[in-house]
């Protein structure tokens, strides 16, 4: 696509619930990473892939997170048992490759609030 | 602790002026790069200076970068309304080939009318 699609771009969940945030890169980007961004603060990483591989995953915070890509193209973030410190913006990004000259496109984020 | 740190945390100025935002950060890189970010969303690429790379200019853009010092700096002349953003700069870090970026704090600019 034209850029990098996010969806939903609101969710309210309960406490204890399930999430699954979707990001759809663009087309031909082979790096997706994905970070969080609680108000007001700078980004924090949480995984990076190339293809369907993920290399870097040291940033998901605990093991209710994970992150999944399916064909070189969409990536779906999960938390599980959703707690109120995980109310966030989650923001995708892509890049035409794993090599930071490229840059990263970002999608307009999820907002999660955790209730 | 965060690769970058951007100084000041919040500035505001009049239209017209020049803002300028710093960053520092701690190891050696490959690139610096700076976003900006509207209304807390999706942020937009703005510019990116290699490490052998001392200045360099984009419109109203101008980013700066000492090595030695382990610092940048962004300048945006003629300031408009319209730049009032939170603006971020990245790092990646010298040794990795897996384009992670490290993200600043953010220096948050309003320009007032």
């Known amino acids: 696509g034209a850029g990098v699609s996010q969806s939903p771009s609101n969710k309210v969940t309960e406490k204890g619930k399930d999430v699954e945030l979707r990001c759809d890169p663009i087309?031909?980007?082979?790096?997706l990473y994905w970070y969080r961004q609680s108000l007001g603060q700078g980004l924090e990483f949480l995984i990076y892939?190339?293809?369907?591989?993920?290399?870097?995953k040291s940033g998901l915070p605990s093991d209710r997170f994970s992150a999944e890509r399916t064909g070189g193209s969409v990536s779906t973030l999960t938390i599980q048992r959703t707690q109120q410190e995980d109310s966030a913006v989650y923001l995708c990004?892509?890049?035409?490759?794993?090599?930071?000259?490229?840059?990263?496109?970002f999608g307009s984020g999820t907002r999660l609030t955790v209730v | 602790s965060q690769q970058g740190e951007e100084d000041p945390q919040a500035l505001s100025i009049q239209e017209g002026e020049n803002a300028t935002m710093n960053c520092s950060y701690k190891?050696?890189?490959?690139?610096l790069q700076w976003y900006r970010q509207n209304s807390g969303r999706g942020l937009v690429h703005l510019i990116l200076?290699?490490?052998?790379?001392r200045e360099k200019h984009s419109g109203r853009l101008r980013v700066t970068l000492d090595t030695s010092k382990k610092s940048s700096s962004l300048l945006i002349t003629a300031s408009r309304a319209a730049d009032t953003a939170s603006y971020f700069c990245?790092?990646?870090?010298?040794?990795?080939?897996?384009?992670?970026?490290?993200f600043g704090q953010g220096t948050t600019l309003q320009v007032k009318p």
């Open positions: 087309s031909g980007h082979t790096a």
């Open positions: 200076i290699r490490s052998n790379e």
């Open positions: 990004a892509s890049s035409f490759s794993g090599h930071s000259s490229y840059g990263y496109t």
């Open positions: 990245a790092t990646d870090k010298g040794s990795s080939n897996t384009g992670k970026l490290i």
């Open positions: 892939f190339q293809g369907n591989s993920a290399p870097d």
């Open positions: 190891t050696s890189i490959n690139n």
